[in-house]
T-cell receptor
Framework: DAGITQSPRHKVTETGTPVTLRCHQT?????MYWYRQDPGHGLRLIHY???????DKGEVSDGYSVSRSKTEDFLLTLESATSSQTSVYFC????????????FGPGTRLTVL | GQQLNQSPQSMFIQEGEDVSMNCTSS?????WLWYKQDPGEGPVLLIA?????ELTSNGRLTAQFGITRKDSFLNISASIPSDVGIYFC??????????FGAGTRLTVKP
């Protein structure tokens, strides 16, 4: 298994509060991604990073920001959580011979009340 | 959004039966990936395909990259109860841009 951890694994918060999710990898892969998974929508890309301090938006980036200050850590921040951001969030990494081959973390289940 | 059509959406099979599922797209992909997701867990990579026509096996699993580069299939032979889960396909354009299928939910009856 790829060395990817996510924290926290579960979180319940209230509307309007800031939330930060962390992804940590031990594979030294260049690329890191944040997805959300919702019934009927499958996996949708929020943001991704192609290096330290290098990030770009994905399909559903509104309301989210990211930061990557070290190769191994990729943070996803919800500045002011809304109920529509209730979801399961997955981090993924890729690198090596094929940057398309993504490996996923265990996920964070976020509930915004 | 999703540009992959994955079918079937769900399957109910008897233990020991073979399973086949596929993904099709209007887009041409450089990479096809197949994942399995168990409840409460992240998707786990099963097979990665990088060339049109490529046929790759991983134990009882076999997947092929269609020669048109617009489709892929996954076969599971002699299913067992632990095969239960959701199987996803993903197509990659070669620039970190991936598209995911909606998943096939597999149920295996002992």
């Amino acid at each position: 298994d790829a060395g990817i951890t996510q924290s926290p694994r579960h979180k319940v918060t209230e509307t309007g509060t800031p939330v930060t999710l962390r992804c940590h990898q031990t594979e030294n892969h260049r690329y890191m991604y944040w997805y959300r998974q919702d019934p009927g929508h499958g996996l949708r890309l929020i943001h991704y990073s192609y290096g330290v301090k290098d990030t770009d938006k994905g399909e559903v980036s509104d309301g989210y920001s990211v930061s990557r200050s070290k190769t191994e850590d990729f943070l996803l921040t919800l500045e002011s959580a809304t109920s529509s951001q209730t979801s399961v969030y997955f981090c993924a990494i890729s690198g090596g011979l094929s940057t398309d081959t993504q490996y996923f973390g265990p996920g964070t289940r976020l509930t915004v009340l | 959004g999703q540009q992959l059509n994955q079918s079937p959406q769900s399957m109910f099979i008897q233990e020991g039966e073979d399973v086949s599922m596929n993904c099709t797209s209007s887009s041409i992909f450089n990479t096809w990936l197949w994942y399995k997701q168990d409840p409460g867990e992240g998707p786990v990579l099963l097979i990665a395909l990088y060339k049109a026509g490529e046929l790759t096996s991983n134990g009882r699993l076999t997947a092929q990259f269609g020669i048109t580069r617009k489709d892929s299939f996954l076969n599971i032979s002699a299913s067992i109860p632990s095969d239960v889960g959701i199987y996803f396909c993903a197509g990659g354009f070669g620039n970190n841009d991936m598209r995911f299928g909606a998943g096939t939910r597999l149920t295996v009856k002992p």
